[in-house]
Structures are given as structure tokens and as C-alpha cells.
């Protein structure tokens, strides 16, 4: 298989040995100039990561023997932030390796048109959200070679303005020793990011444990930094233990923060059966001291992805609360606490409330750039839903949220930036008080303003079923058919409703209702590639504004 470099200096892909009783090892050759060549010898069935220099401008044959390859590309390129790694699939029939084109990668029915979603396999949580050397970065919990949950890397992504990203070279990898064996678990768990002196610095949790006892673990915190950006050196343990008695092994996810002036950090657990956020502080970013529990969630036992930062005034404390259902049947919520601090560890709590009315909203961390505080989550499929496709993906994020305080409450509304996909309008067909339209491309946005005690929107449909935005009696709902039979209501109570604002993208939808006083995820997948929208209020006279349109594709150049 033939591999030019072009303006590339960097081959980098994930291996492992096929799986056979016969077969000792794999094989991996890079000839050049039909006599200099580069040999890599594969002894696991374990996927492994591997980086190769290569020379710009020159053609390599590629001899993989016994091997499986995934997640190739090519890296090293001078305008990298620019412009991006370059994505690799073989073209067996001319026997070469191409460039991969994002944007028709990307064009399917189950893939996000302007939403992020990983190349390929899986991602999770959102980590590292920061602002450094005129980009935004976002790093990401993933899976590069399957789409399930295993081995945690970290992907990255840098994006000029919040919307249209570009993929980086993987940044973070999982611990050698385990991928010695399958049966291991772990890697590089959550984190976050802080730039000091101009340097990438980014705090994250190293998990060591098996998958035939997911109860019994170690997790420690540890810190890397970059000078560019895009690789990382010299990782050190910053907590090796855990602070207090009566903990459980749960112990991470550090999100750094400021507050007052002062470094601190906090890290998500379980105390005495009750989900935690503890609390650290510093005067230098390097060596922490533990501080206090900073508050605990008697309704769950762990709190996972902390957050904690300053707004309008006041302090916000967010927890994911992991393997808890509430009474709506909405599974794992993300809870947010506003209140005030004193001395580091006594955190007054005056009103608290859910992030996302929806279903699949998680692992939500912020970070604060140009005078705004952003927020990004994971749009976690935890009704599994999901349908496998070759070099599909799974898992997105949700659009960036600006975050504000008003009524005590946590406002979230989408980043202005996302205004710039509107596309053209599509027609909307009036018929018995009943608005109804098709989307060609089935990614669309929906602003709705009414006057009424009522309103009924068809988000989209598949074979089987609808899924549903419901506003009556004071209480608003996302819905599909099963969910009503299974008698789940995905629901926030809201005594007036005066505007709608629906984002859908094929295979999921965001609503922000009263220009962010409540936002709800849902993901729905559907194979059409034409959308349906219809609308209802009773009166068409209580409509005030309507306004539906195409979404443009972040992934077009």
C-alpha cells in the first residue's frame, strides 16, 4: 500500500497483532526508496499507539503483515492549527492510502452536521476546554479504535470561533502496562486545562483497575504541560491518595479553577454513601493542599466531571450525579449549585436545579474566554441507542452554552457564534391551525415565539416513532412515543413559555426555551434524509415570530 507524505512529517495510527492461536506476532513495514525502511514488530492484540517520522514529500510502502489497522493519519504539518491532521483510508483497488475529505466522511444520516462528533469510535466526556495561543481547545475522552468504552485516550480539537473544528493528533495515552492485557481497564480519565506562563498545562485522573471487578481501582491525579499546544511532557502525580476516611475508591476528574485570585481544584467522588466534591487549594498550581468537602448530594452516592467557578457574583458548583435516576426516570442528571464561598470550604448553597431537562446531557465543564463563561457537554446515549455504522461514530458534544445568572437561576444559551450556520429558509405549509414543513438534509433551526398556554412541536420521525417538544399545563417536555409507554417524562416545570429555540442534527436535538432559562438533549436517531417538522398552538394568531431554517455543515471547507 502506497503512503505519500506531502506536507506531513508524522505517521501516526493504533495497531495490534490479528487474533490467532498460529500467529506469534504482526509485522509493520515502511520502505523508502525501495531499501530504507522502518520495521515495527506487534506481540498484543491490544491496540497500541504508535508515531512514525517520516520524510515531507516522499512515498512510503506500507506492508502490514498479520495487523490490523485503525485511526491512521497523517501529522507534523506546519499549519496543523490551521488546518488539521490528516485523516488516512486505504484504496485497495490502486493499492494507495488517501486523504480522507471531513465533510463527505461526515455526510450520513446518523452523523452530526454542526455539532462535534470524533472522526470515528467513541468519545465522551468534554476535558481541557480552554482558550490558548488564539484557538479554542478542546480536548475529549476517547476510544479511537471501537466504538464502545475501553482504554481512555485523549482526542483534541482546536476551533477558531466555537463552531467549525479541527482535529488534532491524539494528546494523551493510556498507561503501557495496561495494555499488556485485555482484561485490564482504565487510561487517561477526565481533566481540565489552565495556561500558566504560556504553557498548556492540563490535570487529569489515571485509572488502574479491571473489567472483571469494576468495584475494586486506583485513581490518581496527575499534570503534563505543552509548549505548543498539541503534545505533552512530563507527567508527574500531583494527589496520589485520597483526603478523607469513609471514601470509596471514586476519586477524580480534576477541574482547576480560580476563585478570588486563589488556585483551586476540585475533584468528584463518594463520601459515607453520599456524592462529593472536594476541595483543594495551592498558591502555585504544583503542590495542593486538601481543604474540605465541598458540598455532598445526599440523593446519589458519587458525583463525577466537578466544576466550580464565579458568575455574576456568585459561585457555581456542578456535579454529574453517576448511576442515579431521578423520579422522571432521567438518568445520571448533571446538577448545578449556586451560593457564595467563605474561606475555601464553606459553600452556602442558595438555590440549585438540573442543567438539562433532557436525557442525555452530561460530563458538562465550562471554562471562561472573552468575558464569557462557556460551557460544553456530552451527548451521552444512555438509552442505548445507538446504531452501528462502518467508521461511524459515538458520541458528540453539545452546541458551546454561555452561562449567566438571572432569578438565581443558571441561564445557558447557545454561543452567538452558532447564529453563522443559519441557512436558507425552508416553507412552511399552513393547513386546519397547523404549521408543517420538510427539510432537505434533516439538520435544521426553529425559533418559535408565542403568546399562548400551549404548544406541540414534532421535532422528527422514524419508522417507528416521533419524537416530541410539548409545552401545556405549565410543564415542558422532550418526548418520544416509548417514552410515554414507558412512562419516562423528560420535563421541567415553567409557568410561561414565550420563546422556543429547537437545534436538531439528524440524530439529536438541543431545545432552549426563554433564551436559556431551561435547555433540554435528546437524541433520536433517524435514517431519513429529508427532516419533518409540524407545529401546533391551537390558535395561529398566538404565534408571534417563526422562523425555520437549514443548518450549514461545520465540516464543508
Known sequence: MELFTGKYKKFEFCAKKIESKTVCKGKIILIKDKENSIEIILTKEIYHFYSVPLEQNKSYSVICENTLLEYTYLCGNEDIVENGVGFLKPNIEEEKYELVDINTWHNSPIKEQFHFIPFQNWLNDPNGLCYYRNNYHMFYQANPTEQKADFCYWGHAVSKDLVHWKYMPLAVFPQEELLENSINRGGAFSGSAIVINDELNIFFTRHVGRKDNLKDFCEYQVKAVSKDGITFQGEEILIANRPEDGMGYDFRDPKVTNIGGKPMLVLAGEHNKQAAIFVYISDDYENWKYNAILLKEKKAVCFECPDLFELDGKIVAVGALMDYTDENGRFRPTKYYIGSLEYANKF??????????????????????????????????????????????????????????????????PVQEIYKLLGEEVHIVKKNNILSAEIPGNSYYLHLEIDGNAVSVQIAENQQEKLEFEWRNGVAEIFSSKDRQEGKRYSVKIDRLFKIEVFFDRRMVEVFLNNGEYVGTRLFYTLEKIGKCRIETGELNNIKRLELRKMKSIWRK
Open 348 to 413: 452556602q448553597i442558595e438555590n440549585e436545579g438540573i442543567l438539562d431537562f433532557g436525557l442525555n446531557f452530561y460530563a458538562a465543564q465550562s471554562f471562561y474566554a472573552h468575558n464569557r463563561r462557556i460551557m460544553i457537554g456530552w451527548v451521552a446515549d444512555f438509552n442505548e441507542e445507538h446504531i452501528f455504522q462502518e467508521d461511524g461514530c459515538y458520541g458528540s458534544m453539545s452546541i458551546p452554552r454561555e452561562l449567566s445568572i438571572q432569578e438565581q437561576k443558571l441561564f445557558m444559551r
